[in-house]
């Protein structure tokens, strides 16, 4: 290995991982990520062993290396997840010196996330056309995109200041269901229900689960139940969030569900 050296692409290989899974990478692409990066400059006897909240890489050698890399904050960011996919391909057919790489990954590590006010309406409207979906009123469009727009902008806000994902859902699921019943009381929305269901829905956690239950069919276990119990504590956040301010609503208002 004349350009690289054996730690360097471990290095190379785990920073690859790293990226993959922060941004919400299933465990299996991560894990064949690795392998084949490392295989890729004939290190055979590598193992791998990828969990939600960290990565492990050794060599089976009696010289081998292992690195650790804790992952203490996860997101969804396909286009990061697609750019270390086509670094890969890179790194296996053409040779390539530590330097070079590392620079290639920190430039998809460094990748600004989508522009905050095209998100923002882009949920917004996701939102609002879910709530059609299911049978709102042209009126509750309107309600629960501004209501949608408003709980995404302060669960980012909050997001930063926290990791806790069980509070910021909660807090959002909680400003979803009053703005929802203030619109409601206001005449500003006809259906309660469809506009919070239409709302809360870019805080349902559709990738933790479905990343869950494909980890679980490829017999990664561990990754597979952290996954799926992370996206039911998120699901329960929301319905604690909901729930309270109904209750409330009804209890001590006299609201009428």
Known sequence: ????????????AIYAGEIMLKNGAETYRVEDTINIICQSRKLWGVNSFVTPTGLFVSDNKADGISLIKRVESRTIDLDKISKVNSFARDFVKFPMGYGHARSMLDEIDAT???NPVLKFLAVGLASAFFALIIGA????????FIISTISIIVYE???KISDTAFLSTALCSSIVTFFAIVSHVLGF???LDMI????????VPGVAL????RDLI???LISGMARVCEAILIAISIAVGVGWVLKVWVSAFGGVL
């Open 210 to 213: 479905t990343n869950g239950i």
């Open 157 to 159: 806000n909050i997001s």
């Open 189 to 191: 929305g006809r259906n």
């Open 1 to 12: 290995m004349d350009r690289i050296s054996k730690s360097e692409v471990f290095k190379i």
């Open 137 to 144: 009123h042209p009126i509750d469009f309107a309600a629960a």
């Open 112 to 114: 600004p996330k989508y």
């Open 218 to 220: 490829s017999g990664d």
């Open 196 to 203: 919070i269901v239409g709302a809360i829905m870019p805080l």
